[in-house]
């Protein structure tokens, strides 16, 4: 509070200093103009007043992003004080499940499609056989997709069972136990403890794993591919825990390089099985709606099709790209893009982790799009409308004077340290480049302006009961006039509604 009052007592002593600074110019100004120091000449000329404050810039636009998802974090684009366009991508999630959605959509969209093409030609007896031996064919394909799958999820299986037990189980002390213990030194304790239990929780998936029917079924591949990615987030864990490793005298540089090895090469063989199991799950996809397709056309061949039959169908088609639609859009989501040019501010979030929704992930503000933001005491406030022209000057910027206009006033008050204040927003009349956001600006807001009037030095007035008076020349003496006055303005004149006239000579010598 004490800071708060000083700050307003030293913006007052430097106001009212500038005031008896410019009240001693005038002076001098109007002794020089009339040739005698307590003599004015009533002239036409411009009123202006101003409030004076301090204020500081700021973005005008910022904005925080967060997923609208949870999964977990796969690529990382962006990092504090990135600049960034519109539309770029910030940060991504794993993706490949809606991406094997997503394939077989296509692949629906196809089928139906191709039926209702078929719908539309109708068919002859001739194509029958043809129908029957392209049936025979896609089934063909479908079975070896099939055997090819199964193979790949029996390979997946011995693979991931061999990278645990024989891999990742030697860095372990009682890897099957209820207490798996990491045979390596770490200074971070939350990543040893992250390793013990993911190598707690893999052992069970792997059983039951083993246990399951390797039969190609959708339920057998989502399987597979949950154990597999268990497997390669222990592993991923693993390759930080060894990499972390230094060589001494109980641990030689040769066995922390095949430590680093084993894992690599572990890691390679997760990935491998992996994308061999993603290939031959698109297969098996393609093939099963080849013989969809096949079976359908032959299908529709043997009974033909009516008016009704053909509109079902098209119906069918719009279903099935709607699919298509909705798993894009759930793949949209799955990363952050800015919705602005400007520059990364906040950044939590890091790769590898699970994000929940709801939460900030990035910030982003505006890089040139600045505004001044000051608070209004509420003795000035309401001098101040929304469209008043405003000079401002920087002290990093001496010398220069910069143009704004009052863009908004805030309607409700602020208080601060108790005392009322209100936010008056000040936008830039053009682009100042030079400008960074928290700077300090002294601003002058010119709230009112009156040219061509009447106007009379301000200390020539002579006040009693709240009504003005001046010494009127008259002759060789001076009488006593009421006058009435108007805007008062910052540079000392007050604005002369009625009692004088221009030409008129006043005294200036105040009793």
Not at 105 to 125: F, H, I
Not at 398 to 403: D, H, V
């Amino acid at each position: 509070m004490k800071k708060l009052i000083n700050i307003i007592k030293k913006h007052y002593i430097i106001s009212s200093t500038v005031t008896v600074v410019i009240v001693l110019g005038l002076f001098f100004i109007f002794k020089n103009k009339n040739g005698n120091s307590d003599l004015f000449t009533v002239e036409k000329g411009d009123v202006v007043q101003k409030v004076v404050v301090l204020g500081k810039t700021k973005s005008a636009q910022m904005v925080d992003l967060g997923f609208e998802v949870s999964g977990r974090v796969s690529r990382v684009y962006v990092d504090v004080g990135s600049n960034v366009y519109i539309g770029q991508p910030l940060v991504s999630l794993d993706q490949s499940s809606l991406n094997a959605d997503l394939l077989k959509a296509k692949a629906n969209v196809a089928s139906e499609t191709a039926l209702l093409e078929q719908m539309k030609k109708g068919s002859r007896p001739e194509e029958l056989s043809v129908s029957e031996a392209e049936v025979a064919k896609a089934k063909t394909s479908a079975e070896d997709a099939k055997n090819e799958i199964i193979l790949k999820l029996k390979e997946s299986y011995t693979k991931s069972d061999d990278v645990l037990y024989n891999t990742v189980d030697s860095f372990f002390s009682n890897p099957n136990g209820q207490s798996p213990q990491l045979n390596l030194t770490l200074s971070d304790v939350q990543l040893k403890n992250n390793i013990s239990n993911s190598r707690l929780m893999i052992g069970p998936e792997i059983s039951n794993w083993k246990s399951s029917p390797f039969d190609g079924s959708r339920e057998s591949i989502l399987l597979a591919k949950e154990n597999i990615k268990s497997l390669r987030n222990l592993l991923d864990l693993m390759a930080i825990a060894v990499n972390s490793q230094s060589s001494n005298s109980s641990l030689p540089q040769t066995t922390v390089d095949s430590y680093k090895s084993m894992i690599s090469t572990a890691r390679t063989t997760i990935i491998n099985i992996s994308n061999d199991l993603t290939s031959s799950e698109g297969k098996l996809n393609t093939a099963l709606g080849a013989l969809l397709i096949a079976e359908k056309n032959l299908a529709l061949k043997k009974v033909g099709s009516t008016a009704e039959t053909i509109m079902s169908q098209e119906a069918r088609v719009l279903q099935m790209q709607a699919q298509v639609q909705s798993v894009e859009s759930q793949i949209y989501k799955l990363t952050l893009r800015s919705p602005l040019n400007g520059v990364v501010t906040v950044k939590n979030i890091n790769l590898g982790e699970i994000v929940t929704p709801g939460n900030t992930n990035i910030s982003v503000i505006s890089q040139n799009d600045l505004e001044v933001e000051a608070n209004v005491s509420e003795i000035s406030i309401g001098k101040i409308t929304t469209g008043d022209l405003v000079d401002m000057t920087f002290d990093a910027f001496p010398g220069q004077l910069f143009e704004g206009t009052v863009s908004y006033i805030d309607p409700g008050e602020t208080l601060i340290d108790g005392v009322v204040n209100y936010k008056v927003t000040i936008a830039f009349n053009k682009d100042y480049p030079e400008i960074r956001s928290g700077l300090t600006t002294n601003l002058d807001i010119k709230t009112k302006t009156k040219e061509g009037v009447l106007r009379v030095p301000q200390y020539g007035l002579i006040k009693k009961d709240d009504k003005s008076f001046v010494l009127l020349e008259e002759g060789s003496s001076f009488k006593e006039i009421k006058i009435e006055t108007g805007l008062v303005g910052q540079d000392g004149f007050v604005e002369v509604l009625s009692g004088l006239k221009e030409g008129d000579v006043i005294s200036l010598e105040i009793e």
